[in-house]
């Protein structure tokens, strides 16, 4: 079975369609944006929060904390600063030794208040990660391993299912409600108010296998409180899976658990009973600094969820369970006496640290975490604090848009993830488990989701590329794409094929020689080097990625162009019945990729290659529209040459999926879209067409006339008949696709580009909307794909995916500021384009290089100005803006001097262009 551009193995529950690959025989081909996993939700939940939306820059460590409120689709608006990740005087830190409180100044915030027990909760580092609900328990949560997805990680292991919390018999989040959930940048908080006030902060310091939780207690009388902790532990790895072979539970082996040194630890060693199967020692810790004052062993201590509800395999399920049948972890509590002072405060640190090397490593992650805390979360807020500063934008048109600027930055952050010594296995979907081909000793990545998907994945990593360096987040784009490579040549001899899917432990799921493969994210690799290479200006890493690069592309002809007519054949983006056996996608991205490694190519001086790839892409670009355009459709085939009529040969295959942007979306090397002004301003006024766009942004596949049985549920937008029925889900990443072919096409107005901006945006910031708030799910609610919060843990689509970010800081930084780096070749170009009705954008610190640079537009009656400011960027400058539409120039100034200038006819408009001067350059333009 072959996957969506949400390709992730297609899973268990058959609702999860376009999926990935995995599938399992159940679902139906399916894989576009379409359905990872446990996507489908209620339609039209209204979340009904009374979640304030929280902005400021205080702490407990930093002062009085400022508060503002961003406006947004519901504005609800009370605020306070990050502070209070745990507003705290004494604290017990390492050592028992009195420490500051657990704070994260300078963070913005968004609290929720409703159906805390209804939400997922998530704090990542690079090196671990936790997930529970918002009120701090821990249902089973996932459907990869059923019920297994959620608790503690660091990859390649599951540490715990949980930690709980009980104060004199009473746990948190049961006997004890919580109050409040906050989401800061990199971390989360829970109120507990009650006679003894209590305050939970979690959060994950980077470069350590470990999360951290913070208790800090107020009470209002001096006493001495019991503290009861319970931990159960689930040492496993996130593969095998349920349903392949091996399953999860053959590869899952008991947990032991003993008390050493004041803590819990948890082990499980062993080989498991199938072949090429290998020794393993996981093992996890859980304690305090604090000396308990008792301990206990035993198999439950699941806190206020033991005994534990289990989850079935399969078939009829409650609709909240506590473990699953693949468990077979074991528990431990301890015990604390906790003497306070009328009105002090004090903060208590926990760590749930663990290694798939051992009790020793362990250990040492363990002691790490708890040396102090207080510092580890100082230098973690730093951190964020450092990333919220880089592309920071001003959008007084559109402030929900500029907040979900900054949360994407954040969600990008939050989606980093590393593993060590991958043992690189081609598991074919699931049927087979070889010996090992090889070790990539250190893989580092865009997680694409979690909790289901927090692998590397060639689809993900090179859409949200495009988010990433404009977030200027450079680094983990660089390795995201060393890991790919280094992973697909052990994997596939060096073929030039990209693996699609490739879990922490190595195993490859799908994307071998022997596999279908994605067509598209092999084409894709070029242009994501490229990308990266215009932004940064390093030769060193393009030269790193050329011959990877080239082989890339060279794969495609070899292998995927049996008929030499130049389209390529394999799987794509969107896999459904009836679809020919070359894809639209595929075509846009080979073409851009193709154009892409020619201007690679030609900067080597590898005349051979430019050359090839030059003539093969504009080739391809020549014959593009005639063969792909299908006038009666108002937009682009989907596929052609349908293997199952053998008269089709090359005939236009129309089913309205979400790949009908891409023309539109993709950017060839000179600046253009593929896709023809004409046919592109058809297309996208069709797309956004009720029978193509719901409230929160692009159907995977648009409603129409179709002679699939199940019929047209919605309205027609034209009238060809399609094999198939609409698929009225909404992926972040469709509708990001479709947010930046309008801003290709300088259509950035209230019904065009701000529809999806704002679609993605509000599933991410809106109260009525959101699940976790700040953290872009995979899937919006939507006719076809109820509200997660209306589905059981167990049955969701991802609570964070990091692709819908492409939908909002692309738009903005690359399209509204128009920051356009050719650094490759030593120039860059700042030419912005207001959004229709608004009057300023601005951006500061807009990495670029080894540099920056700052960027304003404005309106001001008849005077159009651009003020670019570079730092530290050593390149050509153009500046420029785009004229309003009908606009004509008066008159030109650069620096408040009479300026030759040129217009430029683009595909966003009309552009009036000038030669920056120096570090800083005022363009302003009189409008006739």
Not at 191 to 218: E, H, K, M
Not at 287 to 303: I, K, N, V
Not at 463 to 484: I, M, S
């Amino acid at each position: 079975m072959t996957p969506d551009p949400t390709n992730r193995s297609s899973t268990h529950p058959p609702q999860r369609g376009p999926v990935r690959r995995e599938a399992v025989g159940r679902l139906p081909v399916s894989r576009g944006p379409v359905s990872r996993g446990p996507v489908r939700r209620a339609v039209g939940v209204a979340l009904l929060a009374t979640a304030t939306v929280l902005a400021g820059s205080a702490s407990a460590l930093a002062g009085p904390s400022t508060t503002t409120s961003v406006a947004g689709p519901t504005n609800a608006g009370t605020a306070s600063g990050a502070a209070g990740a745990a507003n705290a005087g004494s604290a017990t830190g390492a050592g028992g030794a009195a420490s500051a409180a657990p704070a994260a100044g300078g963070s913005s915030e968004l609290s929720e208040t409703t159906r805390l027990a209804d939400r997922r909760s998530l704090v990542v580092g690079d090196r671990a990660y936790a997930m529970g609900d918002e009120t701090g328990l821990y249902p089973a949560a996932g459907w990869h391993v059923r019920g297994e997805m959620g608790g503690f990680w660091s990859q390649p292991i599951k540490l715990l299912d949980g930690i709980w919390f009980g104060l004199d018999g009473n746990w948190l989040g049961k006997q004890v409600p919580a109050a409040k959930y906050t989401s800061g940048h990199g971390y989360s908080r829970i109120d507990y108010p009650a006679a003894v006030d209590v305050r939970r902060t979690d959060f994950v310091p980077d470069g350590i296998r470990a999360t951290l939780v913070g208790l800090t207690f107020t009470s209002g009388t001096s006493r001495t409180v019991k503290l009861n902790v319970d931990a159960h532990s689930e040492l496993m790895q996130p593969y095998p899976w349920d349903w392949t072979s091996p399953s999860a539970a053959a590869a899952n082996l008991p947990d032991t658990g003993d008390f050493v040194d004041g803590a819990l630890r948890f082990r499980e060693q062993g080989t498991p009973a199938y072949p090429n199967a290998t020794r393993h020692d996981f093992a996890a810790f859980v304690g305090s600094s604090l000396r308990p004052a008792a301990h206990q062993l035993g198999p439950d201590h699941r806190g206020p969820q033991s005994p534990a509800v289990i989850c079935p395999k399969d078939g009829t399920t409650p609709a909240r369970c506590d473990d699953s049948l693949t468990g077979k972890g074991t528990g431990g509590g301890l015990t604390y006496d906790v003497p306070l002072k009328a009105g002090e405060q004090k903060t208590i640190w926990f760590a749930v640290a663990g290694s798939d090397q051992g009790s020793k490593a362990a250990e040492s992650e363990y002691r790490k975490a708890l040396s102090n805390p207080t510092m580890l979360l100082r230098a973690k807020s730093a951190a964020r604090q450092q990333i919220d500063a880089q592309s920071a934008v001003d959008l007084p048109g559109d402030r929900l848009l500029q907040q979900s600027v900054e949360w994407s930055k954040q969600n990008l952050a939050d989606s980093v993830q590393q593993a060590n010594n991958l043992q690189i296995r081609d598991v074919n979907e699931g049927k087979d488990y070889p010996a090992p081909l090889g070790t990539v000793p250190t893989a580092r990545w865009f997680g694409a989701g979690f909790p289901d998907y927090p692998w590397l994945f060639a689809t993900d990593g090179e859409y949200t590329a495009f988010a990433a360096v404009a977030a200027g987040q450079f680094d983990t784009v660089k390795e995201h794409l060393r890991a790919l490579r280094d992973v697909s040549d052990l994997l596939n001899n060096r073929s030039g094929k990209v693996a699609h899917e490739v879990t922490p432990t190595g195993d490859v799921y799908f994307g071998s020689n022997q596999s279908a493969g994605n067509t598209d994210e092999t084409v894709k690799f070029p242009s994501t080097v490229a990308l990266l290479w215009r932004w940064t200006g390093d030769n060193k890493f393009r030269d790193e990625m050329y011959n990877f690069s080239v082989r890339n592309l060279q794969y495609v002809y070899k292998t995927l162009d049996k008929d030499g007519d130049g389209w390529p054949e394999g799987l794509g983006n969107v896999e459904r019945s009836g679809m020919g056996v070359e894809k639209l996608d595929n075509t846009v991205y080979l073409i851009r990729g193709l154009s892409d490694l020619a201007d690679m190519a030609a900067a080597k001086h590898d005349t051979k290659t430019a050359q090839w790839a030059t003539a093969k892409a504009t080739d391809l670009e020549s014959r593009f529209e005639a063969q792909w355009w299908v006038p009666q459709a108002m937009g682009y085939a989907d596929s052609i040459d349908d293997p199952a009529d053998p008269a089709n040969d090359n005939t236009p295959i129309f089913q309205r999926h979400w790949i009908g942007v891409t023309p539109m979306e993709a950017v060839l090397g000179g600046g253009s879209p593929l896709a023809s002004d004409e046919h592109a301003q058809i297309a996208l006024d069709q797309r956004e067409k009720p029978c193509y766009t719901g409230e929160f942004g692009l159907f995977h596949t648009g409603t129409g006339p179709t002679s699939d049985p199940k019929g047209n549920p919605g309205p027609s937008c034209d009238a060809v008949v399609s094999q198939v029925p609409s698929e009225r889900s909404i992926f972040g990443l469709n509708t990001s696709i479709m947010a930046v072919a309008e801003g290709n096409f300088g259509r950035l107005g209230p019904k065009q580009q701000r529809v999806y901006t704002t679609g993605n945006a509000r599933i991410q910031l809106d109260p009525s909307v959101w699940e976790t708030p700040g953290a872009m799910p995979e899937i919006a609610p939507s006719p076809d794909s109820p509200a997660n919060i209306g589905r059981a843990f167990y049955d969701r689509s991802m609570a964070l995916q990091a692709w819908g970010t492409y939908g909002i800081l692309w738009p903005v930084i690359h399209q509204q500021l128009g920051v356009d780096p050719d650094l490759g070749h030593g120039r860059i170009a700042v030419v912005p384009q207001l959004p229709t009705g608004q009057h300023k954008v601005a951006g500061s610190n807009i990495r670029v290089g080894r540099g920056a640079v700052d960027v304003t537009a404005r309106l001001t009656g008849k005077a159009l100005s651009t003020e670019v400011t570079l730092k530290g960027v050593g390149a050509a400058l153009t500046v420029g803006a785009v004229l309003p539409s009908g606009a004509t120039v008066k008159s030109v100034t650069v620096n408040g001097h009479a300026a030759q200038y040129k217009l430029v006819k683009t595909s966003r408009g009309t552009q009036v262009q000038v030669a920056g001067t120096g570090s800083r350059t005022e363009l302003k333009v009189m409008l006739g």
